[in-house]
């Protein structure tokens, strides 16, 4: 039935959307924004791009009117990953009441410098600003996939739920509602759907007795693979798409193949962690030549202190002068470990291939150990 809905969904769009058409009062919902130009949908879920400095704010809807014009294909990459084709010009824009909860809420942070230029950002993926320097800093350290790319603080989340309410009776039901309201409230990404796609779906196999055969981590990321292509085919086109799922399914092969190693738990973890980072290394170069060579420790150094902020950050929402104090410390970790940062400009053929030398000789070490080999 979702995979009906999708399919429909699309086809309406691909209907309703033409070149060249003149539009009056469509009735529009802010879902991105930054100081030149906003992304909205409209009732069908199309998006459109528009080139306007008027103060908008998250989730505000409006009215608009003018001229729909396809987007140029030389600036048509990164629209399509965002399922943006065409734009809207010669705007007049009418303001009209919404009743969207959202809109109230991120109304609200958004006049608080903390909420703005910190809490948004980093717990629900949307960015105001142009320039930020916390997030280049966080890019140069190579952990910016941590906070806004890979999704994976929804896992984070949501477990953290799970353990806080196990002694209460539906405790997973209760979870997975809490992390549903937040996914209504966050940006959406291919990562984003990535996530909560998993999360569904490990919660029916689990909840439900006649799919509890069906419960297996692979199926898992089969499944919300498939979903996430059918919602917007041009994801591959971003890192977040790549990064999600690539490392989310290294994660599971790496975990099922070190269970043939008699290692501790620690070192289980040491050995995955590596990996990882090998592999996360080789996806950062392809999208983006620049890296920094102290990655691997930056990443030790700050998993721990990413989970710890967002799961802070959302309980002291309500509490301003505490996550004043939060973020001031965050950003001095990251500012000292930006300034001892070296990033690499090495050619990309000559870092992946360094990579991969390392990831296959480390396979097969692993693997002749356990007579893969």
């Known amino acids: 039935m979702i995979l009906i809905c999708i399919l429909v969904k699309n086809l309406v769009q691909n209907f309703y959307l033409y070149e060249n058409k003149e539009i009056a009062n469509l009735n529009l919902k802010v879902i991105s924004k930054n100081n030149n130009y906003l992304i909205a949908k409209d009732l069908f879920f199309n998006k459109y791009l528009l080139k306007t400095k008027e103060n908008l704010n998250l989730y505000q809807s409006f009215q608009v009117s003018g001229v729909l014009e396809k987007i140029e294909s030389n600036y048509s990459q990164y629209y399509l990953s965002e399922n943006v084709k065409f734009q809207i010009l010669n705007l007049k824009i009418n303001e009209w009441k919404s009743y969207d909860l959202r809109y109230f809420f991120f109304n609200y942070l958004s006049q608080k410098h903390v909420y703005k230029n910190y809490v948004i950002p980093i717990i629900f993926g949307y960015s105001t600003e142009d320039k930020n320097d916390l997030f280049k800093n966080l890019n140069d350290i190579g952990v910016i996939h941590l906070v806004v790319i890979s999704g994976f603080h929804f896992s984070l989340i949501y477990l953290s739920i799970a353990k806080i309410t196990k002694k209460i009776d539906n405790s997973k039901i209760i979870a997975f509602s809490l992390i549903f309201i937040y996914f209504l409230f966050v940006k959406k990404s291919p990562s984003v759907y990535r996530s909560i796609l998993m999360i569904f779906f490990g919660f029916v196999f689990e ?143 000559y870092q992946s291939e360094i990579l991969w030398t390392l990831l296959l000789f480390l396979i097969f070490i692993f693997g002749k150990k356990v007579k893969y080999c």
Request: hydrophobic residues 60%.
């Open 207 to 349: 909840k439900f007795q006649k799919f509890k055969k069906w419960n297996n981590n692979y199926l898992e990321i089969y499944l919300a693979f498939l979903f996430v292509i059918l919602i917007n085919k041009y994801y591959v086109l971003k890192l977040g798409f790549w990064f999600s799922f690539v490392v989310v399914i290294f994660i599971h092969l790496i975990n099922d193949f070190l269970k043939s190693f008699i290692l501790s738990d620690i070192w289980k973890k040491v050995i995955t962690f590596f990996l990882i980072w090998i592999i996360s290394q080789i996806l950062i170069i392809i999208f983006n030549k620049n890296n920094s060579l102290l990655s691997m420790l930056s990443l030790i150094i700050m998993a721990p202190v990413i989970e710890v902020l967002i799961i802070s950050s959302l309980i002291l929402i309500p509490f301003k002068f505490l996550l004043n104090y939060l973020y001031l410390g965050f950003e001095e970790i990251v500012n000292l470990i930006s300034k001892v940062s070296v990033l690499a400009k090495i050619e990309f053929i």
